[in-house]
């Protein structure tokens, strides 16, 4: 499926609102739509090393292997991880993966960052372990995003505490996110700020992640972008 079009859009969208039920093929479509978006940046990843961080259960690794990279997962939470995890995943920290300065052709992390404390650390742990002149990918939903409060979203425009109690309420089962300790909000302009700054990336691209059209335009607009980017997306490139 071609990145942007509305077709991609839309059939992303539609896994989307049926990932509970079908977590498999939400999970399969979202990788093979990612693992297309790094080719398009980078070209085929056949032979290249691959480092997912946060990667979950694995369908993104998967799909870089199919693909034939030689792909890592490193996961902190093994429940995450869940009972059929890739081969040869890793149970670490992305603050600090057991890996060498450089050893990566791509870093990968699709919506992790919301969930760390420190992004910025993360990132440069990410920065760190990539081959100069290798590509970063970063995604996140931001918390003004209409789906930054994740399951209790779109009421946490009217304040976490209040979206996470109507959520239990509503539903009888608790929230798994708690803002400050596995969710935090993580602004745009912020994130663009603090990677412009950095000495050791360039931005190759910082778009929305799903939009079918005008997915950079809508990055750069301040304040706007805050509410309508949904999920963005960054492309770095580590300086040679
Ligand atoms: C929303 S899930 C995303 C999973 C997968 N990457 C995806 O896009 O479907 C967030 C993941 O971030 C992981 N995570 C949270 N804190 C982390 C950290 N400090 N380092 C690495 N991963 C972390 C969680 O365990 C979880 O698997």
């Known amino acids: 499926m ?7 859009s839309v059939a992303l969208f539609r896994a989307f609102l049926h990932e509970q039920e079908d977590p498999e093929a939400c999970y399969s479509l979202l990788a093979r739509d990612a693992v297309d978006q790094v080719e398009a940046y980078d070209g085929p990843v056949n ?23 030689h792909a890592y ?9 869940g009972e059929k995890p890739p081969e040869g995943a890793v ?8 890996l ?7 870093c990968f992390s699709s919506n992790v960052l919301e969930h760390v404390a420190d992004p910025q ?10 081959k ?45 996110h708690t803002l400050g300790e596995n969710l935090f909000a993580v602004h745009i302009g912020t994130t663009l700020r603090q ?14 992640r799903y939009w079918p059209f005008l997915a950079e335009t809508v990055a750069k607009a301040p304040g706007l972008r805050e509410f309508a980017t949904w999920n963005l997306l960054l492309i770095l490139r580590r300086y040679q």
């Open 2 to 8: 071609k990145d942007p079009s509305l077709r991609r």
């Open 47 to 69: 032979g290249r090393t691959v480092v997912d961080v946060g990667g979950g259960g694995g369908y993104f690794t998967e799909e870089f292997r199919r693909r034939g990279a």
């Open 73 to 81: 997962l490193f996961e902190p939470d093994v429940q995450e991880l």
């Open 91 to 98: 149970v670490a920290d992305g603050y600090l993966l057991p």
């Open 100 to 106: 060498a300065d450089g050893v990566a052709d791509v």
């Open 121 to 130: 650390t993360f990132i440069s742990e990410m920065v760190r372990v990539t």
């Open 132 to 176: 100069p002149g290798g590509l970063i990918y970063v995604s996140f939903t931001n918390w003004l995003s209409p789906w930054g409060g994740h399951e209790w979203a779109p009421w946490h425009y009217f304040g976490a505490e209040r979206a996470r109690a109507r959520y239990q309420r509503r539903t009888g089962k608790d929230a798994k």
């Open 195 to 208: 990677v412009r700054e950095r000495d050791d990336v360039t931005v190759v691209s910082a778009r929305s």
